[in-house]
Structure formats: C-alpha cells, structure tokens
Nanobody
Framework: VQLVESGGGLVQAGGSLRLSCVASRSIGDDYGIGWFRQAPGKEREGVSCISVGDGSPYYADSVKGRFTISINSAKNTVYLQMDSLKVEDTALYYC????????????????????????GGRGTQVTVSS
C-alpha cells in the first residue's frame, strides 16, 4: 500500500493548511495512521494519529486545539487540518501507517499505542513564515 502526501506549502503565521495522505487502497481497522514531522536538526515528532477502526485521535501537546485529524469513509485518505500555524510548525510532514501495537520496539508513537511494521510516504513540506 502506497501513501502519498499533499497539501504542504508556504503560509504566514496564523494561517491554515490542510494536508492529505492518500493510500492506494483502504486501510484495515487494526491500523493507525499518523502524521509525523521533522525539522532540520530536530528529532522526529509525532504530531497526530488516528485509529482507523474507531476514528479516535491522538494529538501531541504542541498541536492540541490547533490541528484536527480525520479519515474519510472509504478509509483510504487521512486529513490533517492545521490552523493557527506557528513558525515552529515548519517541518517536513509525512504520514505513516502501521498496525496498532504496544511494544516499545516500534518507534512511531501515537500516545498510548505505536505504529507497528510501519510504512510511510515521502512527505510534504510545510513552511510557516513570521
């Protein structure tokens, strides 16, 4: 299953962007899909995840109240609505899918679970100017 991200771009602080992650087929209910980001010189950060089965979301503290994750009814597209963007949101954003797991050997964290045997797209750049 391939994942393709889109929707990134250049926006002023306070603005909004909507990222999309399209899978080549629907994702099963045992999976989670997450948005992760990495800025130059910084560690990867888990931004938001959604459980495909029940749609329950996870948000990092840094984006709570500003970002909203959702999934379409066909379970093949995940959206990340990003509002009130800040300069510190600047990063390469990429989506990752994986089995919902609880083993610490998996490194893509979604709060109380992790994405096991993950695979992801190439990412989309988000740049927020002051």
């Amino acid at each position: 299953v391939q994942l393709v991200e889109s929707g990134g771009g250049l926006v002023q602080a306070g603005g909004s962007l909507r990222l999309s992650c399209v899978a080549s087929r629907s994702i099963g209910d045992d999976y989670g899909i997450g948005w992760f980001r990495q800025a130059p010189g910084k560690e990867r950060e888990g931004v938001s995840c959604i459980s495909v089965g029940d749609g329950s979301p996870y948000y990092a503290d840094s984006v709570k109240g500003r970002f909203t994750i959702s999934i379409n009814s066909a379970k093949n597209t995940v959206y990340l609505q990003m509002d009130s963007l800040k300069v510190e949101d600047t990063a390469l954003y990429y989506c990752v899918a994986g089995l919902r797991q609880w083993s610490s050997r998996f490194t893509h964290s979604c709060g109380d679970y992790r994405l096991g045997f993950p695979w992801g797209g190439r990412g989309t750049q988000v740049t927020v100017s002051s």
